[in-house]
């Protein structure tokens, strides 16, 4: 069974930088999508990014685009998001989700989940 579990959230300032981790076990194939994902207070989570383990492709939402990085270490089986530039309106919850059918960053095409981990970004 894929389990995942997301790490490194915390305070930050504005500007400040954070790396998330996302623990992934279970993964036994490696056409797999890791996707990062954040759900705001009162809003709908959202797609950030996601990575393809078996080719390193990568996809952006444009809100995050030349401020956070998504890589993987497959030795560790962990995959990061790297986020600098941090705005306040990057505040949330962020969770890992992974997949084997889907490469995007739709919520819903995803069948595993992390545990969140929350960013909250100061002004």
């Known amino acids: 069974e894929v389990q995942l579990q997301a790490s490194g959230g915390g305070l930050v300032q504005a500007g400040g930088s954070l790396r998330l981790s996302c623990a992934a076990s279970g993964i036994t194939v490696e056409h797999y999508a890791i996707g990062w994902f954040r759900q705001a207070p009162g809003k709908e989570r959202e797609g950030v990014s996601c990575i393809m383990l078996s080719d390193g492709v990568t996809r952006y939402a444009d809100s995050v685009k030349n401020r956070f990085t998504i890589s993987t270490d497959r030795v560790k089986n962990t995959v990061y998001l790297q986020m600098n530039s941090l705005k306040p309106e990057d505040t949330a919850v962020y969770y890992c989700?992974?997949?084997?059918?889907?490469?995007?960053?739709?919520?819903?095409?995803?069948?595993?989940w992390g545990q969140g981990t929350l960013v909250t970004v100061s002004s």
């Open positions: 989700a992974a997949d084997r059918w889907t490469f995007g960053l739709v919520a819903t095409e995803y069948d595993y």
